[in-house]
């Protein structure tokens, strides 16, 4: 396989257009196909016989996931190998497809026609990673592939890949000094081929909020984001390691509830999940109007949502991104699949800034900055971690009755050092995921607050707001006290919490 992906680097976000096959109720019930590609593989659509779009690729209902990987997505995640960071988000009503193109649900050992991209790209960059592994092993470099799995569920940030119980999965989103974003504490593992990768991602499948909706009886309610982290160090530049990441992300669908009929549960998920995608729809629009040569700065509302920040990067940033937009070409969805047009077409414009990565000192070489310090904590926990469980395998096998009473003895007193060192660690943990959140809340407050601040208080002089009625200064109180309100009631439910200790003695 070619390793070096002579592809250009598009600089803006690439858009393809997947539109699904009518589905055996569909047709049953006599559904017209409204959406059409006049001249395949030209990448233009009309829809209702007279809005027309134009993406970097439209892949028809006859379209595989084979050819959709080889002519949108392999040439993309190979620049990964190349020190780019890339993310491929599928983006579309609910019932559209994502997940089938994304293939987030995979759960088979072996790829058949109907696998989706990312078990076809996960193999493809460990085949590549294997190859260097072996050549690189005359001067020096090291290869090291590791993945996360994280949901965005109600707003809030869940580990896929954790062992730990659901509540204590739970996590915060930090800012590092250079205004990038990251989730500390994510479980980030070490994996040696592409098999060991698709077995945490059917892992961290089987535990995504998922439930059965009138629209899709395997109904994603929430976002994820599954991450393949890639370093190399050694060879010339000893002491330095270069990372790449490459983001999958398969966005919960945007319903209608009148639609959908939910109420209960699916209701208020349906209710944040539009609520994200609708932030989301708001920094593409904003990206999108600041064109190469446009004067004004935009002010990119990435604070209004979890999602938008965590999608920083991916839209408007260092990053090669590809929107996969799946629609359905069934009339009756024909309002839907004209928004996720107009929206897949807007994404068109926006310019994100790739950049390979150079090479940074590693982690050991002691660099100050807070998210190194972070790194290094988690790599200790991941160590700690498995030190932890070989000292519980060791005590175990020390308490077999076949080794007689010195070794019990031993045993019971590994057992209960153990049991302290477990202790102290869960109580670390959760100092810290308590930390993080309240760190969180307080962001997303001041997040809030910088808006109405920046926009309304002090003008932007280069920007044109001659339109725009000035607030009075009982609205940006009342605004104000708004935001302080719900920080306080966030912040007092986190207070509120209880400890694992509490927990226990409940
Ligand atoms: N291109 C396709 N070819 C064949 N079947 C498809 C295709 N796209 C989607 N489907 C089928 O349509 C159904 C819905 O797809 P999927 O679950 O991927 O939707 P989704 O967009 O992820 O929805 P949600 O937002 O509710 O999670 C599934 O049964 C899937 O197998
Ligand atoms: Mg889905």
Redesign the pocket.
């Known amino acids: 396989m070619d390793t070096s992906s002579a592809t250009a680097v598009p600089d803006t976000v690439q858009v393809a257009v ?4 009518l ?1 055996q109720r569909e047709l049953a019930k006599g559904y017209e196909n409204v959406i059409i590609q006049p001249n395949p593989p030209e990448p233009r659509l009309v829809a209702r016989g007279q809005e027309e779009f134009t993406f970097t690729e439209v ?1 028809g ?1 006859e ?3 084979l050819e959709v990987y080889e002519r949108s997505v392999k040439a993309i995640v190979l620049k990964l190998i190349d020190g780019f960071n890339v993310s491929i988000l ?1 983006y ?10 994304i293939g ?2 995979f759960t088979g050992s072996r790829l058949t026609g ?1 696998v989706g991209i990312l078990p076809r790209a996960l193999l493809d960059i460990f085949s590549i990673v294997n190859a260097k592994k072996g050549k690189a092993a005359a001067d020096g470099t090291r290869y090291r592939v590791c993945c996360s799995f994280m949901e965005l569920y109600q707003d809030h940030v869940y580990d896929l890949l954790s062992h730990r119980q659901r509540y204590e999965r739970l996590l915060g989103i930090r800012e590092d000094v250079g205004g990038g974003v990251f989730v500390p504490g994510l479980t980030e593992l070490a994996v040696a081929s592409a098999e060991e990768a698709l077995r945490w991602l059917g892992h961290g499948a089987g535990s995504r909020a ?1 439930a059965p ?1 009138s ?7 929430s976002h994820t984001i599954f991450t393949v982290i890639l370093r190399s160090s050694g060879g010339t530049s000893d002491e330095r390691v270069t990372i790449s990441k490459l983001h999958f992300v ?6 209608r509830a009148k639609k959908s009929r939910a109420c209960g549960d699916r209701l208020r998920e349906c209710i944040q999940i539009n609520k994200g995608l609708l932030a989301l729809g708001n920094v593409i629009s904003a990206l999108a109007s600041h064109t190469k040569n446009s004067r004004n700065t935009v002010y990119v509302s990435y604070r209004d949502s979890k999602l938008t920040r965590l999608l920083q990067n991916s839209l408007g940033g260092n990053s090669i991104t590809l929107m996969l937009a ?1 629609v359905s070409p069934a009339c009756y969805n024909l309002e839907e699949t004209l928004s996720t047009l107009r929206y897949a077409d807007r994404a068109l414009a926006i310019r994100n800034k790739p950049t390979k990565s150079s090479p940074s000192p590693s982690l050991e070489s002691g660099s100050s900055s807070g998210t190194d310090a972070l790194e290094r904590l988690t790599k200790t926990v991941s160590r700690l971690r498995v030190e932890n469980e070989k000292l519980r395998q060791r005590i175990s096998a020390e308490l077999r009755p076949t080794f007689g009473a010195t070794a019990n003895a031993t045993g019971k007193h590994l057992l209960a050092q153990n049991r302290l060192l477990h202790g102290q660690l869960k109580a670390s943990f959760e100092e810290s995921t308590r930390n993080e959140l309240r760190a969180s809340i307080a962001e997303n407050a001041l997040g809030r607050l910088e808006p109405l601040v920046i926009t309304e208080m002090i003008p932007d002089p280069t920007l044109d707001t001659s339109d725009s009625e000035p607030k009075s200064a009982e609205e940006l109180r009342r605004k104000c006290l708004e935001v302080l309100l719900r920080y306080r009631t966030e912040y007092e439910a986190l207070r509120q919490r209880p400890t694992a200790q509490q927990r226990s003695t409940i």
């Open positions: 997947r539109i699904r096959p589905s892949f209902p379209v595989d996931q599928a579309g009503q609910t019932g559209s497809g994502k997940t089938y193109t987030t649900s109907q998922t909706t629209m899709n009886k395997e109904s994603n309610r398969d966005l919960a669908g945007s319903e799946c």
